[in-house]
């Protein structure tokens, strides 16, 4: 289960019902009932700790409760899952989000858990380091799954001159696929020993933006860690830590032509190794994202964007690295196709999203279907398919590929 501190919540809720029916709103309570199933595709030989032919079956109850009082300036909001997981055999408790919020007419103030997310490009993130469960991405369950919550203070100043947005949050790291539900190559034996420590130091995130006529402009400061641990083979152990990262940003979007272009571009700063000798350690990075999107016909629209990583002390990397270890190309691109068409009055929707690894021949497509029932039941039909090299990026998962269903009831 995970645990944040509630006191701001709980503080705020006394307060809430202290201040009386006159000014405390009575809280408004929703959720929904889901079941979600993906099948793996093809026959493939799985470790015996994998769950191989079923590897993601869950059932998942969702309440959410949000309310507000002191006339609108003190809020809070609550969302927890009760998930089973069939395949894994696991019950638990996720808090998706607890919150408490102050509003004044210069600034907000939130303090709990909660999903922040900046940046201007479709699946692909350059400015947005907060933490993401790439598990719950790959296995197809509703995008709202990929972002996981950061247990945080976010300060959101308004002036006429710009906005400003300063998150300190505690350290989470990404949900990464490990062998319990993924068929991957691993350069370490599953017999070896790990330890992986996570950093004390909090993190602090910082946006500054404002409206350009009709682009909306901003620049990012951050100091954080990678979400990814390092895993370096230390004595015939693995200990792990997740290294310490600078990142300098900037992001424009706004209309051009019947589209909207967007344009990011992001340095990473390595800074637990600044001269890229250290091959369990990502090397500094010089990243760029330019996106077009537009209605091309009734009820649908095509987005296209292209993405580079440009890795810093490319040579050391190519020295040091070792032996058995795919290598990495001093630039690597990426280039995304997103159709969205609708049918039947919007009760039905056809999604397509491919993600093609031009520099490493990879790719991965993720078709989909979604049909309305009703204002309040929902289904969805969709696979996770991985091509290509399986030294790339997507084609290291090429033994993942899977059809999954999803059926939603909300209340």
């Known amino acids: 289960m ?3 501190n509630c006191r701001p919540l709980l503080l705020g809720l006394l307060a809430g019902l202290a201040w009386g029916p ?32 079923l590897p993601f079956n869950e059932q998942r ?20 899952d009760l998930l089973h997981d069939a395949a894994l055999e696991d019950l638990e408790l996720d808090v998706r989000e607890l919150y408490t919020d102050y509003n004044a007419e210069h600034f907000t103030l939130r303090a ?3 999903i922040v997310t900046w940046g201007v490009g479709d699946l692909l993130f350059i400015n947005d380091t907060f933490p993401k469960d790439w598990v719950a991405f790959y296995s197809g369950l509703p995008l709202e799954y990929l972002k996981l919550g950061s247990d945080a203070l976010n300060l959101n100043l308004f002036s006429p001159l710009a906005d400003m947005e300063v998150v300190l949050a505690r350290f989470r790291e990404d949900e990464l696929p490990s062998s319990r539900q993924f068929v ?13 420590d996570e950093p004390g130091d909090p993190e602090i995130s910082v946006r500054i933006s404002r409206y350009l006529d009709n682009w909306d402009g901003a620049i990012y400061l951050s100091r954080t860690h990678y979400h990814a641990p390092a895993l370096p083979l230390d004595g015939g152990k693995v200990r792990g830590d997740f290294p ?10 706004g209309p051009l032509g019947k589209g909207v272009l967007s344009l990011e571009t992001g340095y990473y700063d390595s800074r637990d190794d600044p001269d890229g000798t250290d091959p369990s350690i990502e090397n500094s990075q010089l990243r760029l994202l330019v996106g077009y999107s537009r209605q091309v016909a009734e009820d649908t629209t095509l987005g ?15 020295r040091t ?52 029932f009703s204002d309040a039941l929902w289904g969805e039909l969709g696979a996770n398919l991985f091509v290509g090299d399986r030294n790339g990026q997507f084609g290291a998962l090429g033994d993942n590929d899977n059809i999954y269903l999803t059926l939603r009831y909300a209340f």
């Open 244 to 253: 310490r990262l600078n990142s300098y940003g900037a992001s424009l979007s």
């Open 321 to 372: 690295l070792p032996a058995g270890f795919p290598q990495r190309d001093r630039l690597r691109t990426v280039a995304t196709l997103h159709l969205t068409q609708y049918y039947l009055h919007q009760t039905l929707k056809f999604n397509v999203f491919a993600f093609w690894g031009l520099s490493e021949g990879d790719g991965y497509v993720i078709p989909s279907v979604r049909y309305a």
């Open 184 to 196: 991957m190559d691993s350069p370490f034996s599953p017999s070896l020993p790990q330890s992986i």
């Open 2 to 4: 995970d645990t944040i």
């Open 61 to 80: 109850l969702q309440l959410k409760a949000q309310g507000s009082g002191l006339q609108g300036a003190l809020g809070y909001a609550a969302k927890l």
């Open 22 to 53: 006159a000014a405390a709103q009575i809280p408004e309570i929703h959720g929904f009932l889901q079941a979600h199933a993906a099948a793996r595709l093809g026959g493939v030989n799985c470790a015996p700790e994998t769950a191989c032919d």
């Open 112 to 114: 709990g858990r909660q």
């Open 304 to 318: 296209m964007q292209g993405v580079g990583e440009w890795m810093g002390d490319h040579d050391a990397y190519e």
